[in-house]
């Protein structure tokens, strides 16, 4: 995986990575699930611009293997049949286009975004700890 990490042109600000990680914890949240410590730390260097998401993607992969959804009732069964996934080969840097401008990154530094991606992600875990646990539907033949 290359050193240097590739944004796209919605990911280019904190601000903008804040709401990328927003939206996945939040995607999380309706299936009652919150992020682990691990995933909030990968998703923080992410906001700071240290990694992209394709290296997030791969380090949550290799720390959960066998868990890829947070819904215990889920049938999970891997396919071992078929062949791995390729590594992930980054694009060229002659393919990758020039943004036209540069984003203004004076307004806050990025630390405040990865404080406010800690804070939303406590507000997650506060409101699930109020709710009733969740219930399987049961199916009645009538």
């Known amino acids: 995986m290359s050193d ?16 990328t990680v927003q939206f996945a914890l939040g995607v999380a949240a309706t299936a009652h699930g919150q992020a682990s410590p691990e995933s909030l730390a990968l998703y923080g ?4 611009g240290e990694i ?9 992969r290799e720390l959960y293997p066998q868990y890829p959804s947070n819904d215990p009732y889920a049938f999970y069964k891997p396919d071992l049949s078929g062949e791995p996934a ?3 080969q980054p694009l060229p ?5 020039e943004a036209a401008e ?9 630390e ?3 404080a406010r991606m800690r804070a939303f992600a406590q507000d997650i875990a506060d409101h699930l700890a109020t709710e009733p646990p969740r219930q ?3 199916q009645i033949d009538v």
């Open 4 to 19: 240097t990490p590739y944004f796209s042109e919605n990911e280019r600000t904190p601000a903008q990575r804040l709401d």
């Open 45 to 48: 260097r992410y906001i700071l």
């Open 52 to 60: 992209d998401l394709a290296h997030v993607g791969a380090a949550v």
């Open 86 to 88: 390729p590594p992930y």
């Open 93 to 97: 840097a002659d393919a990758i286009p």
């Open 102 to 110: 540069e984003p203004d990154e004076a307004a806050e530094p990025a």
């Open 112 to 114: 405040v975004y990865v």
């Open 136 to 138: 399987r539907y049961i």
